[in-house]
């Protein structure tokens, strides 16, 4: 299979062709290798392939004999590394599947590799120091977004058409929007965590993908989905598959557009611009737009003082962990600064002060519920500002504590978190790009606990509405001829 044939085709397009035995899973994942080899080294991406060992049964399932990579942090394969893009856990190797992992053998999925991820997921830019910088294959001076970062300019450039993601506070949707993709970050307790991360964030945290289609991370999804037994967070299954989702009809939606964040965070003008276009497409649809005031319920400054202490205390628990297991010290030779900053400010964190930010977790969560009351979805730009330049997050990081480190993510990101507080689906579709630099501009949706077959109906009509598959980035597997 040549290696443009193979990045013109979706996930659900390969595995259809290898049902018909047009082409063998083997075939496909050669062409997927060379791809690696063509882009990757412009866009750092993937930090490791292997010899693939998963034989899937052609047509056995919708994704049966495609392609996969999975991200560095989150996801156990047994027999493989998983670093957390850190050098305290540089060489650690997993003894057993995760929850997850089986879930993507019984798929059918063939793994072949991982992708980067920035320190402990603990950034919204892929620039770690174990593995160097992943680069935005749209302009490589720019960041490609984070934490899954790596995932998102792997599938952009066209080395796989979906990959696996994670998302605490935007990390799937983020690298979605800075790469021209499409990424749904799926309810609290869709998808198991289990068994080594039960609690990542006290459920901020969940799996999902990014992919080029919708109907991609849909059928992704329904194959994943579900509890494990003995699972903290459990989300009621939906009534039909997120895959006949797509093709539906949404009916007439009540949606809210919030175009400026919480705590005073203004949106440049080409993404404003970007907003109010979408706004417009909806209307074209059919469906009600207004402008939306969402209350969180707590004042910005005590939403951003809760995360940071329930973020650190969690990332304290992991680091310690890892440097027992790993025999290396917690220091500037392990950790980055703002990994060491967050490590220390949550060794302070007390108990109660713990609790109290749980407290506000669910405060948000029910404000937000009130929302969804009045609004089927909110619109909102996933990012305020177009794909940052690289090194742009390190500058001055070594002198800001866990709090502010927090403090920066959240004004570079301030509209993703809010519903990994809540616990509620939301996504970034590539609706748009910006006229003048023809970078891509996500459009964030989200709607109540449990919804994400609202959110898939819609983004189902918005990809044919407003079209954005035959957008190509400058670094693209396509552009290039087999060896």
């Known amino acids: 299979m040549r290696i443009a044939e193979y990045a013109d085709f979706d996930a659900v397009g390969l595995a259809e062709l290898v049902a018909k035995g047009e082409v063998t899973p083997a075939e496909v994942e050669a062409a997927a290798r060379e791809a690696v080899r063509a882009v990757n080294p412009q866009i750092n991406a993937v930090v490791e392939t292997w010899p693939a060992d998963d034989a899937p049964e052609p047509g056995s399932t919708p994704l049966a004999g495609v392609p996969f990579l999975i991200k560095d942090i989150g996801v156990a394969m047994a027999g493989r590394r998983m670093e957390l893009g850190s050098r305290l856990a540089a060489g650690h190797v997993a003894r057993s599947d995760s929850f997850l992992m089986r879930r993507f053998r019984r798929t059918g999925l063939v793994t072949f590799g991982r992708t980067a991820t920035p320190e402990m997921a603990y950034s919204n830019t892929t620039e770690p120091v174990l593995y160097g910088a992943t680069r935005n294959p749209w302009d490589p001076e720019r960041s490609a977004g984070g934490s899954s970062g790596?995932?998102?300019?792997?599938?952009?450039?066209?080395?796989?058409?979906?990959?696996?993601?994670?998302?605490?506070?935007?990390?799937?949707?983020?690298?979605?929007?800075?790469?021209?993709?499409?990424?749904?970050?799926?309810?609290?307790?869709?998808?198991?965590?289990?068994?080594?991360?039960d609690e990542v964030f006290n459920g901020l945290a969940v799996h999902g993908s990014v992919s080029r289609t919708v109907r991609d991370s849909a059928v992704l999804l329904d194959q994943i989905r579900g509890p494990e037994a003995g699972d903290p967070y459990f989300a009621q299954e939906p009534s039909r598959p997120y895959a006949e989702e797509v093709t539906r009809d949404p009916g007439t939606l009540r949606i809210g557009v919030l175009t400026q964040a919480w705590g005073g965070h203004r949106t440049s003008a080409p993404v404003a611009d970007a907003v109010s276009r979408t706004a417009r497409l909806l209307e074209s649809l059919g469906h009600r737009v207004e402008e939306a005031t969402v209350d969180l319920g707590v004042d910005w400054e005590d939403f951003l003082l809760a995360n940071a202490r329930q973020w650190t205390a969690n990332l304290t628990a992991a680091i310690d962990e890892l440097a027992a297991a790993s025999g290396r010290p917690v220091d500037s030779s392990t950790l980055e600064p703002p990994v060491l900053a967050g490590y220390r400010?949550?060794?302070?964190?007390?108990?109660?002060?713990?609790?109290?930010?749980?407290?506000?977790?669910?405060?948000?969560?029910?404000?937000?519920?009130?929302?969804?009351?009045?609004?089927?979805?909110?619109?909102?730009?996933?990012?305020?500002?177009?794909?940052?330049?690289?090194?742009?997050?390190?500058?001055?990081?070594?002198?800001?504590?866990?709090?502010g480190w927090l403090r920066r993510l959240f004004d570079i990101s301030p509209f993703t978190a809010v519903f990994n507080v809540a616990g509620t689906p939301a996504m970034s579709v590539p609706v748009t790009a910006d006229a003048e630099s023809g970078l891509p501009i996500g459009m964030q949706f989200a709607a109540g606990y449990g919804l994400e077959d609202r959110l898939f109906r819609l983004a189902g009509q918005l990809e044919q509405a407003s079209p954005w598959s035959d957008r190509t980035p400058a670094v693209w597997a396509g552009n290039h001829t087999d060896r």
Do not use: W
Not at 180 to 187: A, E, I, N, S, V
């Open 150 to 197: 790596g995932a998102g300019a792997a599938v952009a450039a066209g080395v796989v058409p979906l990959a696996h993601a994670t998302d605490a506070a935007g990390s799937i949707r983020i690298p979605a929007a800075c790469n021209g993709l499409f990424g749904l970050k799926p309810t609290r307790g869709r998808v198991s965590m289990g068994p080594h991360f």
């Open 345 to 403: 400010y949550g060794q302070r964190v007390g108990g109660a002060e713990f609790v109290t930010a749980l407290a506000v977790r669910n405060r948000v969560a029910r404000s937000l519920a009130r929302c969804f009351a009045v609004h089927d979805v909110l619109l909102t730009p996933t990012l305020p500002e177009l794909p940052v330049p690289l090194g742009t997050h390190a500058e001055g990081a070594e002198a800001l504590d866990g709090l």
